[in-house]
């Protein structure tokens, strides 16, 4: 009789060890087929090119290739001044500002009020597929629609404005592709306030081989 208890009490610990070790595996193949949910981080982007964070950007729609301080707003600390790019670029034969490249000046000009001292030089390009029209005539118009536009909706006195003729002279980009052509139809500004005149240009700052007029 007590070989048939000890026998019945192995059989049902043998029956306990197996449902326990069943269960532990269906628990671990459970775990490994249950999705691992990543937390989602939100992207931080850049929108405006500037190098800025838009979580810390306080001038998140800055020009392209503006120079901004670490708030990401145009360079304009105290005895520093100002130093600020701007370009356009054009449909071929055209030398109309299309809306983007206006709302682009508008940036430009407020700051040009608030250093009154500031002046802007205006060079204006054409792309060898444009030399069908008299040379200058394109070149100048576009200049002068840049000029005009901010003395006109700006006020900003003609004289703190220079415009300087290209023509075809320092492209910057090749003439031999499409995109390269529409590249070289532009116009390329670059205002400063005179504590800061003495700064080298830009690399595609041609004034030096443009004529003024």
Avoid: W
Wanted: proline share 5%.
């Amino acid at each position: 009789m007590t070989s048939k208890v000890y026998l019945a009490m192995g059989i049902f610990s043998s029956i306990f060890t197996l449902s326990a070790c069943q269960a532990a595996l269906q628990s671990v193949t459970a775990n490994q087929q249950a999705p691992i949910v990543a937390p989602v981080v939100p992207a931080v982007l850049d929108s405006d090119g500037d190098g800025v964070l838009g979580d810390i950007d306080e001038c998140p729609q800055t020009p392209l290739h503006t120079v901004v301080d670490d708030r990401g707003c145009p360079f304009t600390l105290i005895g520093v001044g100002l130093k600020m790019e701007y370009r356009a670029f054009f449909a071929k034969d055209s030398s109309e500002l299309s809306k983007e490249y206006q709302l682009d000046l508008d940036k430009v000009a407020e700051q040009m009020n608030k250093y009154d001292t500031a002046t802007m030089k205006i060079e204006a390009h054409i792309s060898k597929d444009e030399m069908g029209q008299a040379l200058s005539a394109l070149s100048k118009n576009r200049a002068m629609m840049v000029k005009n536009y901010l003395i006109l909706k700006h006020d900003i006195k003609p004289s703190r404005l220079s415009t300087f003729d290209c023509s075809i002279r320092a492209p910057i980009a090749s003439a031999d592709t499409e995109e390269g052509k529409s590249m070289n139809r532009r116009v390329y500004g670059l205002a400063t306030e005179p504590k800061i005149n003495a700064y080298n240009d830009p690399a595609d700052s041609a004034s030096k081989i443009c004529d003024e007029f």
